[in-house]
């Protein structure tokens, strides 16, 4: 007799952000949700996208907004948003996809504990240089070039021709990666550093998985932001989906290449131009006039993560990236407690961008790696993996042990000025798991 989960969603679908299913012989374990909402993809770095789509039995009150599922049969979670769905939620409590851009990977690393379908996942990011193509490390600001006028290296105008042939280098490699897996071959000539290590782990994972990644085609509404101090990179952005990508692009010693971009949800700050069109790098390690530098921003931000935002202070506003994040860790550790522990490791990477932005603060392109190690504390403990990125690393959807889970990640992040009293917001990142090994 298959075992019966009841969702509560409210006075209608669809549902909100909590759901309650039966398991391990406790009543109402709770599985929440991070940030589904109806057509729009999970945005959150969730340490799991914990919530359970299911096919209804049947409705038991439609006024109550209470309805039964078959858990042995039914019971899924949504597909990871790193295979590029957006999840809607049905009035019959189905879940319907559909493509969607690039933009920010869910977790779901679905944990079964003797017999429950708890869902975890192992957020991780990595470490980037400036490349092995001659990259500037760190996109540094000479000392007297970040408080002196200087002669830039070239023009908006200039920049934008070079995004653009940039860009159609990346259309290059991904339609021969669509046509036979040869794409890596050509992302060196467009890439560099982060932006490399992140497309050539995500063409592998389609490899894995035995599909396609989805078709890249121009761009338009594309904005350029060139320093006028000769750093040697200059910042992009254009509208994707509902909200903006931001590309950096680095003068390496064969030509300018993409070292690290990131997808953020809405509008992105405004950044300080100048009479004629030029923006003002932010060095790394600037501090006077903000409330921190960018670099200490970058390690900030990987501490937080290791500690699930645990004793980090108030730099950091709430968001899907920060306080949603720790709260789904926390949540995960609760549910796995006496069966797994839960440990993260972050290393930011060395490479640090900023841009002036119109209200004095910084906007900050920075990354990191993160390893989550899920350690057995039970021999009866049973992993099931349910995000397919996961399970394509491992060669397994269900295993018994230790599970390692590596990832590279790309973050955007908002640095506010010392005298406004305001905390750093991290804006959008790009995260592709490039690792995952039982022990």
């Not at 679908?13 to 940030?35: D, F």
């Not at 006039?289 to 108030?314: F, M």
Request: charged content about 20%.
């Amino acid at each position: 007799m298959p075992r019966t989960g009841v969702i509560h969603t409210g006075s209608a679908w669809p549902p909100g952000p909590t759901a309650w299913v039966t398991g391990r012989g406790t009543p109402l374990e709770a599985i929440s949700a991070t940030g589904a909402s109806p057509g729009r993809s999970p945005v959150g770095h969730a340490s799991s996208l914990r919530f359970l789509v299911v096919e209804p039995l049947r409705p038991l009150d439609p006024s109550s907004g209470r309805h039964e599922f078959d858990e042995e049969i039914d019971r899924r979670t949504m597909d990871s948003v790193s295979s590029r769905t957006t999840v809607e939620f049905l009035g019959d409590g189905r879940a319907a996809s559909r493509p969607a851009a690039r933009r920010t990977p869910a977790r779901l690393l679905a944990l079964a504990v003797a017999g429950l379908l708890a869902a975890s996942a192992a957020a991780c990011g990595t470490e980037a240089t400036g490349g092995s193509s001659g990259a500037p490390a760190g996109g540094a600001v000479p000392a007297a070039a970040a408080s002196a006028p200087a002669h830039p290296s070239l023009t908006p105008e200039q920049a934008r021709r070079i995004f653009n042939e940039n860009r159609e280098l990346q259309i290059r490699a991904n339609r021969a990666e669509r046509a036979d897996r040869t794409g890596d071959r050509l992302l060196p000539a467009a890439e560099t550093g982060l932006a490399l290590a992140l497309d050539r782990a995500r063409f592998r994972l389609h490899r894995l998985r035995g599909t396609r990644p989805s078709p890249m085609r121009p761009v338009s509404n594309v904005r350029v932001y060139v320093p006028r101090q000769p750093v040697g990179w200059f910042a992009a952005s254009y509208p994707l989906a509902d909200g903006h990508a931001t590309v950096i692009l680095t003068r390496t010693s064969d030509g300018w290449k993409m070292s690290t971009s990131a997808w953020s949800e809405g509008d992105l700050p405004k950044i300080a131009l100048d009479g004629d069109g030029y923006a003002t790098a932010v060095g790394p390690d600037q501090v006077e006039d903000l409330r921190v530098s960018p670099r200490q921003v970058a390690a900030a931000y990987a501490r937080y993560r290791k500690s699930a935002g645990e004793g980090q202070g108030d730099l950091f506003a709430d968001g899907p990236h920060t306080s949603r994040f720790s709260a789904d860790v926390q949540a995960d550790r609760a549910d796995l407690a006496g069966w797994f522990s839960d440990e993260f490791a972050d290393t930011p990477a060395k490479a640090v961008y900023a841009l002036r932005t119109a209200d004095g603060g910084a906007l900050t392109w920075h990354g990191l790696t993160e390893v989550q190690t899920l350690t057995r504390l039970d021999s009866l403990a049973q992993l099931q993996i349910k995000d397919p990125d996961i399970a394509a690393l491992t060669g397994t959807r269900r295993l018994a042990g230790d599970l390692k889970v590596t990832a590279r990640a790309a973050y955007l992040t908002h640095i506010p000025t010392a005298s406004s009293g305001g905390q750093a917001k991290v804006l959008g990142e790009f995260f592709v798991y490039t690792n995952a090994r039982v022990r």
